[in-house]
Each structure stands twice: as C-alpha cells, then as structure tokens.
C-alpha cells in the first residue's frame, strides 16, 4: 500500500513540492546562518517525496532545538501547517482521500516543529 500511495502521491504534487522545499533548501544554505533551517528544509522534502510508511521521531530535545522551534513557528510553521491542515481537510471529504489525509497531518506535524524530529 505504501508504495502505492506514494506513487500517486508523487505524480500530483509531492515532487513539485519537493523541489520548493530543496530550492529553498539550497537557498538557506546560501548563507552561514541560515544553514540549520536549510537542513530542516530539506528533511520537509525528503518526506514530500514520499510520506507513505514512513515515521516522525522525536529526538532528544535540546534548549538550542527548542529556540529554533519557536523561530520557526513564528515565521514559517504556522504558515505550513495551517496549509497542510487545510490539505488534510480536502483530503477526508473522501474515503479515497482519507489516507493522503493521514500523510497530510504528518506533514503537518512535522512542519510546525521540525527541529529535533528524524524521519524513519
């Protein structure tokens, strides 16, 4: 199932999302600074690409994670997770939908906070 999932989930619209995110992957990494949000950036794509079977783990949190979170909460996760929200929302309105739903929230969940969190 999951490879089926994410084959469909790759022909509309996971790959293009998946380059935004490593465009601006590379474009962080432009800078010194912005290296640790370019990192998150390309975890974003990498579970883009294709969420089926896959986890978000928690790791061991740290004070530095912990203020990057909230950095980014403030100027791009709400954005993102609002807008994998909504997506989730469409999803569901369907049976068909319900598990790209699921990958929806994950997503989600991943884009709110994803310092100190690993995709297995």
Do not use: H, R
């Given at each position: 199932?999951?490879l089926?999932?994410?084959?469909?989930?790759?022909?509309?619209?996971?790959?293009?999302?998946?380059?935004?995110?490593?465009?601006?992957?590379?474009?962080w990494?432009a800078?010194?600074?912005?290296i640790?949000?370019?990192?998150?950036?390309?975890?974003?794509?990498k579970?883009q690409?294709?969420?089926?079977?896959?986890k978000?783990v928690e790791?061991?949190s740290s004070?530095i994670?912990?203020?990057?979170?909230i950095?980014w909460?403030?100027?791009?996760?709400?954005?993102?997770a609002?807008?994998?929200l909504?997506?989730a929302?469409i999803?569901?309105?369907?049976i068909?939908g319900?598990?790209?739903?699921k990958?929806?929230?994950k997503?989600?969940?991943?884009s709110l906070m994803?310092?100190?969190k690993?995709?297995k």
């Amino acid at each position: 199932m999951s490879l089926l999932g994410n084959i469909i989930w790759f022909i509309f619209g996971g790959f293009i999302e998946a380059v935004g995110w490593w465009f601006f992957g590379i474009l962080w990494y432009a800078t010194i600074i912005g290296i640790p949000v370019g990192k998150q950036c390309f975890k974003l794509a990498k579970m883009q690409l294709a969420p089926f079977g896959k986890k978000v783990v928690e790791k061991e949190s740290s004070t530095i994670g912990f203020i990057a979170n909230i950095i980014w909460i403030i100027f791009f996760g709400w954005e993102l997770a609002v807008a994998n929200l909504i997506s989730a929302l469409i999803f569901a309105v369907t049976i068909i939908g319900i598990p790209f739903a699921k990958q929806s929230l994950k997503l989600a969940y991943l884009s709110l906070m994803p310092f100190g969190k690993d995709i297995k």
